[in-house]
């Protein structure tokens, strides 16, 4: 790896995102009981207003708000009981200056009346008389037609990722089902002699493949199907039959391992064996992480991700989740928080430096305190609350 | 609902948390690929050291760091090469005084060695020789047996969340499987007479059921399974019959709806038609989402949510959830955001109240915008990236 190659982070997205601009992951219909945390492939365009007519808020009288002008508990306002609406149908009763309906929460609003007067000022008196005892505004505890959505409106847009509100919004507009973009498939390789499968015993100079699992669940976690996962071992023949099976049913593969030089040729070389692009970055700026190689291969992303699980995780959340979104133009933000640093750390030179932090609050503040480790010890990760991006370059707080 | 027996958000959770002390969720065995956001229902005990053996982290010579002390360009060290460690194998070498053993990234120290001089500063003498560049202090780019975790060390904890680095390191320990508390189920039911599912057309006086696709969403991304949904009239018999199923298979169950005070009751009597505990809340001081009603039937939780599905939301994350979190024992942290409001709001009098924010970035700084709407209105929460809680009297900032 020639350290005159290594591009910055900013400089690695941009040619990421060039090489695979236009990618095209498909869209599925999905059921909306199915679509929570998924990205929308269309825009979504209100076929009806919601609601769908003049609604009440409240359990009360609808009424002309032109009646209950001045009325108090001193004069009170006389009214004539019209009718009831009942709940979930329509109503053909119209009011008339000097009249009132019973309106239940969320029951229709009549014709001709332009407010509901709640329950709590209206004395019935006899069979159909009412007095009123408060004045109501035009439109005082009414929802209109429209209000919350109305007939035609771009209600959610294309690289939505869908909350439970949005799929409240989707059932509210009798969207039973959505298109989808369909969800990144990633393959996920762990090369290296000295790795074997956690399901197994681990003899004197093995290590278990840390890897394979942690990438797996950030992917699962970043919205993406896990289309494969193998080990394989330091052999150029072996990653390359491998890396094939992957390119066929995935859109991203990521191989991680190869920490030493020999291992890193294997990646390099399994990916330019391919007619076309091949590797396109060769080291990126960023600690830790730097000895990551990313190409392009059947029109594939693959990246080589380093062998140890915290930078193999690092560069995972900097640089492959962001084209995980990219592909489905997601625009989810990432979850951020706001602390106070309590010790002074910089980033490495040149390189944009992910520190491990663990957060506690004291006087009502928030506070990140570095989590130190060596290189590749997964322990660090977890016992950190998250980590601080620390950019190349001095810049003011 | 009588205001007299309207509780505080504090209250009506440690009465329910009283109410369902010692609740068993159980446990599953589950695969470590199906692990991820699960909650650990063991703790997890480390039954050997990782790594397993003292560790190179970078390609080098392994030799004993005293023969480096002094060592420069001008006065190398000389050293004897012993042999070299293979990847992923044991090593029977073991390194005396002036001798030194390649060892590549990963690779195992063998014995006598205390550290290992980087490949850059060692230069090749013909077979068997090198010369050492620069000294090597004790420790230097090893990772030691146990570093990252230590034989018989508490690594994770019952009630834990498990984030990729957690699966990370029970790959890492060898687990394939762990001990989960089982997820809860939740059964939803949406009531009233007004509300038809999303599914079918609507007609003129009708809404389509909002709760119940959304408040499933809820369910899910809390980590639940939801057992089953249904829509139910405004008739006690039929919310009775539905009750009884849902609490057959469910450790909780939602019932939506009811913003009208006949409809209220049937909840309430429903929820009390069971012997012994009954209904124990009878609304919260929360906005928006007073007419909330919390009971216990056949040993599970019951809650009738308000029908307003903004109410219905706002309920579920502030009172629900916090349930959920406790039969779990989780302490998994709610995401938050620090960020300046751009406008005073205040709480209503003696209630803790919710109140949807827009985020927007200015200056570096991250501000919060209200966003107002009607009670019920979907698109509300829809256009907001989440709400700032404001307790119910007045707080120093």
Redesign the interface.
Known sequence: MDFFNVVTVQEALERIYEKFEGYELGYEECQ??QA??RVLYEDIIAM?D????D?S?V?GYAIKSSDSHGSSDFMPSFLELAGS???????DLSIKSGQAAYV?????LPEGADCVAMIEYVQKVGESMLTLHRPAAPLENV?RKG???QNGQN??KRGKT???????????????SVKLFKKPRIYIIST????VD?????????????????????A??SGCIVSGRALVR?SLEELRAELDRALEISDIVLISGG????ERDYTEKAMNSYEGEGTFIHGIAIKPGKPTIVGKARGKAVFGLP?H?VSA?IVFNAIVKKLIKRMSESEA?E????AIMDMNVHSSPGRTTYQMVRLHEADGE?FASPEF??????????R??GYVEIPDYLRRH
Chains 1, 2 share one sequence.
Do not use: C, H, W
């Open positions: 909306l009981s929570l945390g009806e919601v609601p769908g007519f609604r808020t359990d609406v009942r709940m979930g149908e329509s109503t239940p929460t969320g029951g229709m929802i209000d919350d959505i209600v959610l869908l909350r439970p509100q949005e799929i409240g919004v989707l059932a509210a507009l009798g969207k039973p290296g002699d000295e790795v956690a399901k197994g015993p681990v003899l004197q100079g093995q290590i278990r493949d840390i890897n394979g699992y942690a990438l797996e669940a950030l699962v976690e330091d920490s030493s030089v020999g062998g699980p995780m933000a979850n951020f928080i706001t928030i480790g060596k290189s590749g010890m997964i322990s660090l990760l977890s950190a609350d």
